[in-house]
C-alpha cells in the first residue's frame, strides 16, 4: 500500500536555507544540501526547495544546490520557484531535480504546464497553488481563490477550479497551500485540502499551518491529502519526521518507516 | 573497476543515477552514442515520462540495436521505470511500439486510487533475486509513473520478479537472465536503493570477472 509521504520544506534564497513566515523575519538556517541530507536520513520521504528569491541572477545558485543535495540525499528532491519555461524547467531536472513546482508563472499563462508535461511528462510536473479564503455571506460553502507572488497578489481566480484546470493540462501533482494558515500554525486548512480532493484524481500535497503531528493526520483522514509538507516545525526541531510519523501510524496511516539511527 | 554505462538519451534528472553507481563502487559512463558502450559491463536505462519521445531519441542516437544486442548476448541490464517498460512490446501510453524483447504491454494501472502513483510503496518479491540481496522481502522503494508492463507469454509468471499493490497488484520488478527491470526508481529510494545498485554492480563484475 502506498504510503503517505512526509515532506519538509526548504525555503532557499541566496544559496541559504532561511526560516521565517514566508518572505519576512527571514533567519539563516543553513545549508540546503547539508539540511536535506539530514533530513533524509530522519526519514524524509522526499524534500522540497522552494526558491523563495526566484531573482534571474540565483538561478546557477540554485542548480548547484539542487546537484550537490542530489549527491548526498538519495530521495525524491522538488523544486520550485521562478521556473517559467520548459527549457528553465530542464535545467533544473538536469541538475537533480526529479519534479518541478510551477506556481506564478503557470496562473499567468497556464499553457506552460501543458508544455512542460508534454515534454517531460506528467510526473514531473506539480502546480503549487496558494489559496485564499474569501468572505462568503453565511450558510454559503465556503471558497478560496489563488494568490500569486508568494501570496502578495490577488488573482480572482477559483482556486479548485484552477486546480482542474491544471490537472486538465497536465500536472501530476498539487501542492496546495493555505496563505491564511502558512506560518501561523493553526493547523492546515482541511476544508481547502477536501474541496481539492474531492475534485481531482492526481496526489495533493497538504502545506500551510502544521503545528503538531495531530494536525498531519487531519490532513490525511479529513483533507484526503497523499502527502505532508511543512517547514519551520522541522527546521526549529520542535517536532521530528519520526514524531510526525509515530502519530499518522498510530491513526492507521500508512508511512514508510524512518531508517533506524546508527548509534 | 566494474564499468556501468547509463544511457542519456533525454532532459531528465541523471545526476542521481550516476552518484548512486559511483556510491555503489561502479566506474559510471553517460551513454550517448554507441561507441560510449564499448568496455562498459553493465548498461543501465533510465527514464521517466513516455514511451515514444524516448524511442524517438534513442533511435536518433542509433542506440536501439546496440541495446537490443546487449540483451540477447545476456549481458548484465538493468532498466529502470521507463526504461524498464521500454523491454516490452509496446505502451498504451501513447501507442509507441517499444523494444519487444519481452513479451507483453505496458499499460495504465487498474483500480488504482490516484493516478500517478507517487511515494513509496512495498515491492513484494515472488522469489528470491540476487538483484534484492539484502533487501528485506517487503522493503518500501519509492515510486512516480502511472503505467507499468504486463509480461506475457509462456515464461511471464517467471519474469515478474515482484508485485506491489496500489488499489491492485502490478509487476513492480522483471528479471530475465542477466536482464532485470524496476519500475520503481532505486536512485531515490534511499539506502534500500542502493543496495539494489550495488547487487546490479556485483552482478556486472561476476559477469565479467
Not at chain 1, 50 to 63: C, F, M, Q, V, Y
Not at chain 1, 144 to 149: A, D, F, G, H, T
Request: with cysteine; net charge neutral.
Amino acid at each position: 500500500m502506498l504510503s503517505v509521504r512526509v515532506i519538509p520544506c526548504l525555503d532557499v534564497a541566496g544559496g541559504r536555507v532561511v526560516k521565517g513566515t514566508r518572505f519576512v523575519d527571514l533567519v539563516d538556517a543553513g545549508d540546503p544540501a547539508e539540511l536535506a541530507e539530514r533530513y533524509a536520513g530522519e526519514g524524509a520521504d522526499e524534500i522540497v526547495f522552494l526558491d523563495i528569491s526566484a531573482a534571474p541572477e540565483g538561478r546557477a545558485t540554485l542548480r548547484d544546490i539542487v546537484e550537490r543535495t542530489a549527491r548526498r540525499a538519495f530521495v525524491p528532491l522538488t523544486v520550485g520557484g521562478g521556473v517559467r519555461t520548459p527549457s528553465e524547467m530542464r535545467d533544473v531536472l538536469r541538475a537533480g531535480a526529479d519534479k518541478v513546482s510551477l506556481n506564478t508563472a503557470a496562473v499567468a499563462a497556464p499553457d506552460l504546464v501543458r508544455r512542460c508535461a508534454r515534454r517531460f511528462g506528467s510526473q514531473a510536473v506539480v502546480v503549487a497553488i496558494d489559496a485564499r479564503r474569501i468572505g462568503r455571506p453565511p450558510g454559503e460553502p465556503a471558497a478560496w481563490e489563488v494568490v500569486v507572488k508568494g501570496g502578495r497578489e490577488a488573482t480572482g481566480i477559483d482556486a479548485v477550479t484552477w486546480a482542474e484546470q491544471a490537472v486538465g493540462l497536465g500536472a501530476g501533482e498539487l501542492l496546495v497551500t493555505s496563505i491564511d494558515r502558512d506560518g501561523t500554525q493553526q493547523g492546515y486548512d482541511t476544508a481547502l485540502l477536501r474541496a481539492i480532493t474531492d475534485r481531482v484524481p492526481v496526489p495533493v500535497v497538504a502545506s500551510g499551518g502544521a503545528a503538531g503531528p495531530p494536525d498531519f493526520v487531519t490532513a490525511v483522514v479529513e483533507g484526503h491529502a497523499s502527502a505532508v509538507l511543512a517547514a519551520s516545525i522541522f527546521h526549529h526541531r520542535r517536532h521530528s519526521i519520526a514524531s510526525v510519523k509515530a502519530a499518522m501510524a498510530a491513526a492507521g496511516i500508512p508511512i514508510r518507516p524512518v531508517p533506524e539511527v546508527a548509534p | 573497476m566494474t564499468r556501468i554505462a547509463v544511457v542519456d538519451y533525454g532532459a531528465g534528472n541523471l545526476v542521481s543515477i550516476d552518484q548512486a553507481l559511483r556510491v555503489a563502487g561502479a566506474d559510471v559512463v553517460l551513454a550517448r552514442a554507441e561507441a560510449d558502450l564499448g568496455g562498459a559491463d553493465g548498461l543501465v536505462v533510465p527514464g521517466v515520462g513516455a514511451a515514444r519521445p524516448a524511442m524517438d531519441r534513442l533511435r536518433r542516437r542509433g542506440l536501439v540495436e546496440p541495446i537490443r544486442r546487449w540483451i540477447a548476448a545476456d549481458r548484465p541490464f538493468l532498466g529502470i521505470c521507463l526504461g524498464m517498460q521500454l523491454l516490452f512490446d509496446g505502451s498504451d501510453e501513447d501507442g509507441a511500439l517499444t523494444l519487444g524483447v519481452l513479451p507483453g504491454r505496458t499499460v495504465r494501472l487498474v483500480d488504482a486510487p490516484r493516478l500517478p502513483h507517487i511515494g513509496w510503496n512495498a515491492v513484494r518479491r515472488r522469489r528470491p533475486h540476487a538483484l534484492f540481496a539484502d533487501v528485506a522481502t517487503d522493503a518500501p522503494f519509492y515510486f512516480v509513473h502511472s503505467y507499468a508492463p504486463v509480461p506475457a507469454g509462456p515464461a511471464s509468471a517467471d519474469v515478474a520478479l515482484a508485485v506491489t499493490d496500489h488499489g491492485a497488484d502490478f509487476v513492480s520488478a522483471v528479471a530475465c537472465g542477466r536482464l532485470a527491470g524496476v519500475q520503481f526508481h532505486p536512485e531515490r529510494s534511499g539506502r534500500d536503493g542502493l543496495v539494489v545498485l550495488a547487487n546490479f554492480v556485483s552482478l556486472a563484475t561476476r559477469a565479467t570477472g
